[in-house]
């Protein structure tokens, strides 16, 4: 265990880890350029048309081929939930002569898939991320009591239970969905992206963020406890002490 007063350096460094690892997914598929169109949440693949789907937590864009650059994308929204048009697209489907993937998406779309927009949460575990890293910034030289560690572990606990919903979320929904979809549509498979495991890694960074600022607490109420030991051992021996010099004169 770290020595009572390193505890907020380790809040520190854990909080910094989650809201990097929690930015790289913020931001996956968003943006075309570099690499973060490699950073989805889950990629519907077709193999007959050597098309795929990547979904991230704001839009979904489909890939041609081996290609890691998409070729068209929906516009970003932070509720948005599945593009049909997309899924027909990918699966040479006319919904107009045909209506299996229209049939199979809406019987999810006043249930599960409208609950897809819960994944959105990453974005405020994000900010409490952010948050715990700037209270344990500042416990250094603002802390004067148990306010600041108690108000990070608090940014600490909602910021796990936001990143483990919203990935708790997209595990759920997307695979159910695209297993009544597979079912009823050849050649359709998917597989996790790298997303559900740095939301997960970002979880856990956030927990232990929680239980070292719950640690600094504990730390200061033991050095408190411990101060008034002291305090209270010297005050009784000052006492003995002035008391035995008085009654030797």
Known sequence: MAPPKRS??????????????????????????????????????????????????????????????????????LLYTFDIDQLAEINNINLDSSDVIKQAVQQYSQGALNAQKATVLVLPSAILAFVGMIIAMMMRRMRKNNMLPTLGALSGLLGAVCSG??????????????????????????????????????????????????????????????HDHTYEYYERHSFSSVSMHQHRY
Not at 15 to 21: D, E, G, I, N, S
Not at 188 to 201: C, D, E, F, R, S
């Open 165 to 226: 919903m919203a990935i708790g979320f997209a595990v759920v929904l997307y695979r159910s969905a695209f297993e009544e979809i597979g079912s009823k549509v050849d050649g359709l498979t998917y597989h996790w992206g790298p997303a559900v495991y740095i939301v997960g890694a970002a979880c856990g960074c956030q927990v232990i963020t929680f239980i070292w600022f719950i640690a600094s607490c504990f730390a200061r109420l033991r050095i408190g406890k411990e």
């Open 8 to 77: 907020h350096y380790f809040a520190l460094l854990f909080a910094l880890f989650a809201l990097v690892l929690l930015i790289f997914a913020n931001l996956g598929i968003t943006n075309t350029s570099s690499f973060l169109p490699k950073i989805f949440i889950v990629e519907a693949s077709q193999t007959k048309t050597n098309q795929s789907i990547r979904y991230g937590f704001y839009r979904s864009c489909i890939f041609k081929g081996d290609s890691d650059q998409p070729d068209t994308c929906n516009d970003s929204n």
